[in-house]
């Protein structure tokens, strides 16, 4: 069982809700390998779900696109491949409005940007990250 970190294996199942985990979990047969993500947009019910699976599953891979800090999951884990975080020193409008637009998201793309104008732009649409940008 293998966990990656910003390393993106050829195939990951994006699950984005409890929903979608469970409707993932009724179609896996026994001993099928399967990679699930993105464990960092998991709640508590989905983490707990998940390791329930991994307990009942030996061939379930794991993705984030983060550093996971929850000690009982990482331990579920016989391997973890984790590449490195390498942050931008340009920034990159375009690849942002592409991205989750989170705090983190901030960070990497926009790194010279003022902590006010990340509080107003997380989350915000095209036109509005624009017009703060242009400020």
């Known amino acids: 069982m293998n966990l990656f970190i910003r390393h993106k294996p ?4 994006f699950v984005n809700s409890i929903d ?49 800090y929850n000690p009982i999951l990482i331990s579920r884990f016989t391997k973890i491949i984790k590449e490195p975080l390498i942050k931008s020193k340009n920034q990159s409008v375009e690849e942002f ?6 705090f983190f998201e901030i960070g990497y793309y926009l790194p010279n940007i003022s902590p006010t104008k990340q509080l107003l732009i997380k989350g915000s649409n095209d036109k509005i990250i624009d017009l703060i940008l242009n400020l």
């Open 10 to 13: 050829t195939w990951i199942n």
């Open 20 to 68: 979608e985990l469970n409707s993932l979990i009724d179609l896996i047969c026994p001993g099928q390998k399967i990679c699930i993500g993105d464990l960092s947009r998991f709640n508590r019910t989905m983490i707990n779900r998940l390791l329930k699976l991994i307990e009942e599953n030996s061939c379930i891979e794991c993705y984030s696109s983060v550093d996971i």
């Open 97 to 102: 409005k592409n991205s989750y637009r989170g």
